[in-house]
C-alpha cells in the first residue's frame, strides 16, 4: 500500500442524487463535491452507503456512481471510500474489484444482514475474501448493528485481524457502545487505525474515547458547524464543543418529525435533505 494521509475529522455520507424518473443522477456529483469542500468544508466522501441507499441500487449504479466520485474528487476531496458491501459474496468482491480499479482511497464492508455470520471468525472469513480482491486498498469494517443486526463486538473483531486481512485500516462505528469503541480504541492504540464514528448525534462522546473523525449523514448540511465541534474539542472548550453538538441533536428532532410528517408521498432522506438543503447555504 502506498503512504497515504491519515483519515481523520468528517467523512460525508453521500446520498445518491436520481432524477425524477428515477434513473441515478451523475452529473450534479461535480457540484456535490464542490459544494461539500467550499460550503461545508469537507473534503472526504463515504459512497453507496446507508444513506445513499446503497443496497438498493443495481451493482451497475453503484459501480457508476463510485467512478463519478472517484473522478470528481480526485483534485479536491482527500478521501474517497466505496461502501462494497452487499448480501452475495461474489457481487461484494466484484465491487471491491471495481475500487480497486478506479483508484478509490478505501473499501467498507458492512456485515451481511440476511443470513448473518454467527460468530467473529465467520464474519472475519468473509471479510477476507472481500478485501483479498482490492489488496493495496485500505479496508474498513462498517459496524452498524441496528441495521445488520450482526452484534459482534468490534473489541472481539479486531483481535487478530490485521494478520488475516493486512489491507485492515479502521472501523466505521455506527453504534451507541461507547464502551466497545473505547476499548477498541485502548487496546489498539500501538496500531494506527482509523476509528470513524457513525453516530452524528452524540460523535462528542466518541471524540472523548479517541475517535479519529466521523462518517455521516449530516455532515452533508452540518459540516461546517461540526468542524466548528472539532476545533472546539481540540481547543479544548467543551462548552462550546458541547454547542455544536446539541445543535445537530435539535435539527435531528426537526427532521424526524419533518419526516414523520412527510414520509406518506416523498422517500425519506432526500425529502428532508432537498427541504432543507436551501435554507441551510
Ligand atoms: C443509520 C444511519 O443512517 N446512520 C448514519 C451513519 O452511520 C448517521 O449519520 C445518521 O444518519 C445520523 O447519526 C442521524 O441519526
Ligand atoms: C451514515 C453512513 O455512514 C452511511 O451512510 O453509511
Known amino acids: 500500500m502506498t503512504s497515504r494521509k491519515k483519515l481523520q475529522g468528517l467523512v460525508a455520507?453521500?446520498?445518491?442524487?436520481?432524477?425524477?424518473?428515477?434513473?441515478?443522477?451523475l452529473p450534479v456529483i461535480r457540484q456535490y463535491v464542490d459544494y461539500l469542500v467550499n460550503k461545508q468544508t469537507v473534503k472526504n466522501v463515504f459512497v453507496n452507503g446507508t444513506t445513499g441507499e446503497g443496497l438498493s441500487l443495481s451493482i451497475q449504479e453503484r459501480k457508476q456512481l463510485a467512478e463519478e466520485w472517484v473522478c470528481q474528487g480526485k483534485d479536491k476531496l482527500d478521501h474517497v471510500i466505496i461502501h462494497v458491501g452487499a448480501?452475495?459474496?461474489?457481487?461484494?468482491?466484484?465491487l471491491a474489484r471495481h475500487a480497486a480499479a478506479i483508484g478509490a482511497g478505501g473499501i467498507a464492508v458492512i456485515a451481511p444482514f440476511f443470513?448473518?455470520?454467527?460468530?467473529k471468525d465467520e464474519l472475519v472469513s468473509l471479510l477476507q475474501k472481500v478485501t483479498s480482491e482490492?489488496?493495496?486498498?485500505?479496508?474498513?469494517?462498517?459496524h452498524i448493528p441496528p441495521l445488520t443486526g450482526v452484534k459482534i463486538r468490534v473489541e472481539e473483531l479486531l483481535e487478530g485481524i490485521k494478520e488475516r486481512?493486512?489491507?485492515f485500516q479502521g472501523v466505521k462505528f455506527s453504534d451507541t457502545d461507547l464502551l466497545d469503541l473505547a476499548q477498541c480504541i485502548h487496546k489498539n492504540e500501538a496500531q494506527q487505525l482509523e476509528f470513524l464514528?457513525?453516530?452524528?448525534?452524540?460523535?462528542?462522546?466518541?471524540l472523548a474515547v479517541g475517535a479519529n473523525g466521523a462518517v455521516g449523514s449530516t455532515y452533508n448540511y452540518l459540516g461546517r458547524q461540526t468542524n466548528l465541534m472539532?476545533?472546539?474539542?481540540a481547543k479544548p472548550d467543551l462548552a462550546l464543543a458541547r454547542k455544536y453538538q446539541f445543535l445537530t441533536g435539535e435539527f435531528l428532532n426537526f427532521v424526524i418529525k419533518l419526516v414523520i410528517f412527510l414520509?406518506?408521498?416523498?422517500?425519506?432522506?432526500?425529502?428532508?435533505?432537498?427541504?432543507l438543503s436551501p435554507a441551510l447555504l
Open 13 to 25: 455520507a453521500t446520498i445518491t442524487p436520481m432524477t425524477p424518473d428515477g434513473q441515478i443522477n
Open 230 to 233: 472539532l476545533e472546539a474539542f
Open 263 to 275: 414520509r406518506q408521498w416523498c422517500p425519506r432522506r432526500k425529502t428532508a435533505l432537498i427541504l
Open 115 to 119: 443470513f448473518k455470520p454467527t460468530n
Open 197 to 206: 464514528y457513525g453516530v452524528d448525534e452524540q460523535l462528542l462522546g466518541a
Open 134 to 142: 482490492a489488496p493495496d486498498v485500505p479496508f474498513y469494517y462498517y
Open 87 to 94: 448480501l452475495s459474496l461474489p457481487e461484494s468482491q466484484e
Open 165 to 167: 486481512i493486512p489491507t
